[in-house]
């Protein structure tokens, strides 16, 4: 790293030195799931629930998934939703739309939808979000999940590993988060 400069605080995270220890960075990161189904109220904003802590450092949650966070800075939110067709089969296309607030107020162009239809059973909506998390005006802001679907025949659904098999249980939904700066 000897000579590269600049204005971004670099050095100060990585250092100069070429001293030969290693650099020590200290970023804030959490990760979430959930292990039940999740029902939405058709039209309505229904929040996702994010009852399990996996690993976290500066970013927790309760229950209800409310995140919260220790320190300010700009944070990567990766969101992974197992949404099932209830049965008996759909007879139609059903959508499914995810956003995130901040403070229970929907940030502006965070919808992300997906359309399982009527031949397919299970989907996952997998969606990235880079969040600011500053001071307003003095606490920093809550992060919340929410979701809402079409029709009746959509959940989030857990899923647990067939008896005897190999493979994990599938979590009805899972978030990581980590400070990118």
């Given at each position: 790293?000897?000579g590269?400069k600049?204005?971004?605080?670099?050095?100060a995270?990585?250092?100069?030195?070429?001293?030969g220890?290693?650099p020590?960075?200290?970023?804030?990161?959490?990760?979430?799931h959930?292990?039940?189904?999740?029902?939405?109220?058709?039209?309505?904003?229904n929040?996702?629930a994010?009852?399990i802590?996996?690993t976290?450092l500066?970013?927790s949650t309760?229950?209800?998934g409310?995140?919260?966070?220790?320190?300010?800075?700009?944070?990567?939110?990766?969101?992974?939703?197992q949404?099932?067709?209830?049965?008996?089969?759909?007879?139609?296309?059903d959508?499914?739309?995810?956003?995130?607030?901040q403070?229970?107020?929907?940030?502006p162009?965070?919808?992300r939808?997906?359309?399982?239809?009527?031949?397919?059973r299970?989907?996952?909506?997998?969606?990235?979000y880079?969040?600011?998390?500053?001071?307003?005006?003095?606490?920093?802001?809550?992060?919340?999940?929410?979701?809402t679907t079409?029709?009746?025949?959509?959940?989030?659904?857990?899923?647990?590993?067939p008896?005897?098999?190999?493979?994990?249980?599938?979590?009805s939904?899972m978030?990581?988060i980590v400070?990118?700066?």
């Amino acid at each position: 790293m000897e000579g590269y400069k600049d204005n971004s605080g670099f050095n100060a995270v990585f250092g100069s030195s070429g001293g030969g220890s290693s650099p020590t960075i200290s970023r804030d990161f959490g990760s979430f799931h959930s292990e039940q189904d999740q029902v939405a109220i058709v039209g309505n904003a229904n929040q996702v629930a994010l009852e399990i802590t996996d690993t976290s450092l500066g970013v927790s949650t309760s229950p209800d998934g409310t995140i919260s966070f220790t320190n300010e800075g700009m944070y990567l939110v990766n969101i992974s939703l197992q949404l099932t067709h209830s049965l008996p089969p759909a007879t139609s296309n059903d959508y499914a739309y995810v956003w995130i607030a901040q403070n229970g107020g929907a940030l502006p162009q965070t919808t992300r939808q997906v359309v399982l239809n009527q031949n397919i059973r299970e989907g996952v909506l997998s969606v990235s979000y880079l969040i600011s998390v500053y001071p307003f005006p003095t606490a920093l802001p809550t992060l919340e999940i929410y979701w809402t679907t079409s029709s009746n025949n959509l959940l989030l659904a857990y899923i647990p590993a067939p008896l005897g098999a190999v493979e994990p249980n599938n979590p009805s939904v899972m978030v990581n988060i980590v400070q990118v700066f």
